[in-house]
């Protein structure tokens, strides 16, 4: 199984602030998956990206794919306390037995205050 | 309303005593895979089933089994729980493998 590093862990910050959270591996997956998890719920998908370079905008998120398919970076401008919550990389391995098999990242808790 | 259900949201048990998490989802989805949530751990895939009577082990499946008789159910069982089993599950579907994953809303459960 592929590893996915995640960080930061924890993100505590004031709203207006941007902050960026980083997904990081030393494998290539063939697509990358953003979720997101409010208390007491299932993750829900926010994006996939799939081709080296991609980047895609969600109104204040940008997500963007790393060139050779290793890492990929969400960037949230001017955070506001609705974006409060877990947010996890998932990666779909490229290759081998295992391909589109979705690894996830540790998680990232941001906490946005008033 | 596209949904995947899982049941029960909340148990409390004791060492031993085998229980069943069910899941079901209503959207037709070939794959459904069952994940643990720890503190710090991420998701980590316990099961998974390409289709029905299809199913292999995830990165951890030690001391659970599933079964895929129809293809909108796939339940969660634990023969014997043990402490280190308390966590929180959920299940997922997606069209494919690596498709978008749908997840249930988890279920709480704590070995004592």
């Known amino acids: 199984t592929q590893l996915l590093e995640q960080s930061p862990q924890f993100l505590s910050i004031q709203e207006g602030e941007n902050l960026t959270v980083y997904c990081n591996s030393s494998s290539v997956f063939s697509s990358l998956q953003w979720y997101r998890q409010e208390p007491g719920e299932g993750p829900v998908l926010l994006v996939t990206v799939v081709t080296g370079g991609e980047v895609k905008k969600l109104k204040r998120l940008t997500f963007q794919f790393g060139d050779a398919r290793k890492d990929s970076s969400l960037h949230i401008t001017a955070a506001q306390p609705g974006d409060t919550g877990l947010y996890l990389c998932?990666?779909?391995?490229?290759?081998?037995?295992?391909?589109?098999?979705?690894?996830f990242g540790q998680g990232t808790i941001l906490t946005v205050h008033p | 309303e596209a949904q995947v259900t899982q049941n029960p949201r909340y148990l409390i048990t004791v060492t031993g005593k085998k229980l069943t998490v069910t899941c079901s989802q209503n959207m037709n989805h070939e794959y459904m895979s069952w994940y643990r949530q720890d503190p710090g751990l991420g998701l980590r895939q316990i099961y998974y089933s390409m289709n029905v009577e299809v199913t292999d082990k995830g990165d951890v499946p030690e001391g659970y089994k599933v079964s895929r008789k129809e293809k909108r159910n796939f339940p969660l069982i634990l023969e014997s729980p043990s402490p280190n089993q308390t966590s929180l599950y959920f299940c997922a579907s997606s069209l494919d493998l690596a498709g978008e994953l749908f997840f249930g809303e988890g279920s709480r459960l704590t070995v004592l």
């Open positions: 998932a990666g779909a391995e490229a290759g081998g037995t295992s391909y589109g098999k979705l690894t």
